[in-house]
């Protein structure tokens, strides 16, 4: 349908819908992207090891996360217009994976630094997450933080989540005794039940 | 994929950005903050009618977030990424495929009316009887050899985007008995924030499906569900060769006027 291009009027945003059980057609198979910044990327490596699960628990195999976040200096790989630090050029900013058959989506990147927050502050390290899946009719937005980051105290999105509900965010270190490598952190999504992960409205 | 550039000199084999500089895409808006859905012209997550919502929508209110530079921001892909056949989907094969030859073509345009250049469109369809290739699609129709159903493409610099497919056909799913869904073409895109992005579905208009469609009529207003149905369009139909169809987009963006660069 035509949308008009009336100076001065807003337009409605296009409405989203779900993008199926197909959607690897389009946007995965060679499209994927697990590696958000390369080896020589600066920063602490990190080896993103996430798990979506529905209401009941059971892991969700047809669902596809992407991850949006700035490099070590806390700069993203955009525009200059309000970054003063430089862009690293072995950290693309950008990843996306679909869900394996045990609902497994796996990154390779590094822990961002420390981006302006709206006050002049500065917010924790995070990435930015889109979750999308059959039955999911339009993008899940969450956050992944890092547990034990002393920033995460002073953060001024996790000030508006209840204290109850900020674990949900916390990516956890997966520890060596359990099969973990060194750098791995785990981050399991849970779209509704008891452990709901605590979605953004942006 | 996202390239710090605008000529996508980023390259292919490493996944290296060009290190940026205070030129990269100055004339894209950074703002502080994006503009909110009007209510309603958006589906909400849980709508039982779309039976897979009652086991994937959150139930708890969702948190509002006020924009930092983390929701304004977003990956930038490059024409590097793009090769000749992408964006016709009768060509990527050594035949043509079978069903009615169509173009589609719109602009992309932001919230206040301003075009949208260089943004990635990804779409994916079935093929004419149906069927998806795709490993899980059980429905019993032909495959064909030379239809595969994706493309992509970046808007040129006035946000207008073309591609040329066939016709998808309406297939069967199981939500419930003598489900069908509508004909339609699945479209991705980025924007310039992480706020702008957006998948959704693009229909043909006519269909006499659309009343028993739960996912297209999970958009509470009427006005705005209308929006995701192509228009015929004779100026794009081409003579003995295409059925046009128009699909004009409207991404979130920037509420400020945008950062521009006096050079
Ligand atoms: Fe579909």
Known sequence: MRTKNSRGRDLVPTPSQTVGPYFQIGMSGAREIPRIAAPGASGERVKLICTIFDRDGVRIDDAMIEIWQANADGKYNHSAGRQSKGVDAAVLGFGRVSSNSEGICVFETIKPGRVPGRDGGLQAPHLEVSVFARGVLKRLATRIYFAGEPANEEDPVLALVPKARRNTLMAEPVASSTGGEPGAWRFDVHLAGRRETVFFDV | ?263
């Open chain 2, 1 to 263: 994929m996202p390239s710090s550039s605008r000529d996508g000199a980023r390259s292919k084999s490493t996944g290296r950005a060009d290190g940026g500089s205070a030129r990269h895409r100055a004339d894209s808006p950074t703002a502080s903050s994006c503009r909110r859905y009007p209510e309603k012209t958006q589906p909400p997550y849980l709508y039982p009618p779309y039976k897979a919502t009652l086991r994937r929508a959150p139930r708890k209110p969702l948190i509002v977030v006020p924009h930092t530079l983390s929701e304004v921001t977003g990956p930038v892909f490059g024409h590097g990424q793009i090769s000749e056949t992408d964006n016709d989907l009768t060509r990527q094969h050594a035949g043509e495929p079978l069903g009615e030859r169509i173009t589609v073509s719109g602009q992309v345009l932001d919230d206040s009316g301003r075009p949208v250049p260089n943004t990635l469109i990804e779409i994916w369809q079935c093929n004419a009887a149906g069927r998806y290739a795709h490993r899980i699609d059980q429905h019993p129709a032909p495959l064909d050899p030379n239809f595969t159903g994706a493309g992509r493409t970046l808007t040129d610099s006035q946000g207008r985007y073309r591609f040329t497919t066939i016709k998808p056909g309406p297939y069967p799913w199981n939500n419930h008995p003598n489900a069908w869904r509508p004909a339609h073409i699945h479209f991705s895109l980025f924007g310039t924030a992480f706020v702008s992005r957006l998948v959704t579905q693009m229909y043909f208009p006519g269909d006499p499906l659309f009343p028993f469609d739960p996912i297209l009529n999970s958009i509470p207003d009427e006005k705005a569900r209308r929006r995701l149905i192509s228009a015929f369009d004779m100026d794009l139909t081409k003579p003995d060769w295409s059925l046009g169809f128009r699909f004009d987009i409207v991404l979130r963006g920037p509420r400020e006027t945008p950062f521009e660069n006096k050079k």
